[in-house]
């Protein structure tokens, strides 16, 4: 894949997000459905942790750096207790905020992937520590194939609401 197909994919992947979610009031972003532990907020605030965590790699390359793999995830576990460690800390937020936030990361990953070098992105030689994989599998995994995969999980949470 090349930089204008990925890019494609993170806008196209994006759009499908906010097309869900523009009908919905507060009320149904904030409340959290019967069984489920978080809200259509709470996905979104998570979806804005992982844009951050790609803007500090992104950015530590346009800056000819290493970047700072800390909270490195490596298991199932150690996923779950940063995605905790994400929702306590985005949890007390207004939804407000955290839509405001989601699109101007969202923006930021844009503006930050179109400033990368191609090879930077495609060459699953340029970077040691990506251990022989580009770097855009990163990219993708953090925007579209993420929206992707909650999508799902909140148009699940609508339809539970319908039916309720």
Do not use: C
Request: proline fraction near 3%; aromatic fraction near 8%.
């Amino acid at each position: 894949m090349d930089k204008a197909t990925l890019l494609d994919k993170i806008s196209s992947g994006y759009a499908a997000l906010e097309t869900l979610l523009t009908p919905l009031d507060e009320a149904q972003m904030t409340t959290r459905s019967a069984g489920e532990e978080w809200s259509i907020k709470d996905i979104l605030a998570h979806l804005t942790a992982w844009h951050y965590r790609l803007l500090g790699w992104v950015n530590a390359i346009l800056r000819n750096e290493e970047p700072a793999l800390g909270d490195a995830v490596e298991t199932n576990e150690q996923l779950d207790r940063l995605n905790a460690r994400f929702y306590e800390e985005n949890k007390t937020r207004p939804l407000s905020e955290v839509l405001s936030d989601l699109r101007s990361s969202h923006l930021q990953v844009i503006e930050s992937v179109q400033a990368m070098a191609d090879e930077d992105l495609t060459d699953p030689q340029r970077f040691a520590w990506m251990d022989g994989n580009p770097f855009l599998n990163l990219v993708a995994g953090n925007t579209y194939e993420h929206y992707l995969e909650h999508i799902g999980s909140i148009q699940e949470r609508i339809t539970q609401a319908k039916r309720a």
